[in-house]
């Protein structure tokens, strides 16, 4: 009660006083507990990162080798992740800015009045662009003038090309589904070479004691933490972006129709 009422009073204190030294001093509060947490965090990392590298020095060379190859996966597969992301961001931007140009535009325009061509949407307009080109092109033989002679040739046309545009964008997916797949295996391979270790030490000390047995079990918890670290974010993404890619697939032939359209309603 008494501990209750001694903060009610700091409290109102703190609020009796001018407004600019009641920030002050409010300010100077927070920054020293930020300090101060900081300085936890810090310290607290230093301690794992320390007891790891202690743990890794125990370790023989196969949960070594073990945890290079653990390491290799995981840098190149964060490597991918950055590099989707940065794909999928610019292909939302692009693309968003192609369909509010597109869809602003009266009739069939040119595709370089549109938009920048880096966008998959783009791409798949100006393959349907030049067919139409193409195929409106007058002949020698045609004193009628141009004419359309297939609008299926166009739609197959963007069709083609929106199929080409979701495999340049899959690149690189096979090796998150491999990374995810394979990873924790491989920990798991670390694990039992760690008991095999653990029981190998057991037998050679001739008595059940912690000491015999613990680098081999630190061996085997290292390689399977290690494992699951490396699979869990793959898959993460790899779910993820593999929902963007349907997503875009789906976007893609939705807009090949929508051209169509377009096309069908100028040429008549």
Known sequence: MQQGRAQFQQIAGICSLPPKVRVLRCDCRQKFICTEGNAISFLLTAFFAADLLNIIEQTGWVARGVLALLLFFSVISWGMIFQKMGVFGRVRRESEQFLRIFRATKGVANPQALASAGSPFANVYAAGFRELQNQMTPGTGNPTGPRLKSLQAVTVN???????????????????????????????????????????????????????????????????????????????????????????????????????????????
Do not use: C, H
């Open 158 to 268: 963007m069709q083609i090309a929106s199929a080409e545009e979701v495999r340049r964008v899959e690149k690189g997916m096979t090796w998150l589904a491999t990374t995810g797949s394979v990873t924790p295996f491989i920990g798991l391979f670390g694990t039992v070479w760690g008991i095999i270790d653990a029981f190998s030490g057991l037998g050679s000390a001739g008595s059940a004691s912690l000491r015999a047995v613990a680098p081999g079990i630190s061996e085997a918890l290292v390689t399977t933490a290690a494992g699951l670290f490396t699979a869990i974010p793959a898959v993460i993404f790899y779910n993820q972006f593999l929902g963007n890619i349907r997503d875009l697939a789906q976007r893609l032939d939705t807009f090949a129709l929508e051209v169509t359209a377009q096309i069908e309603k100028a040429i008549n």
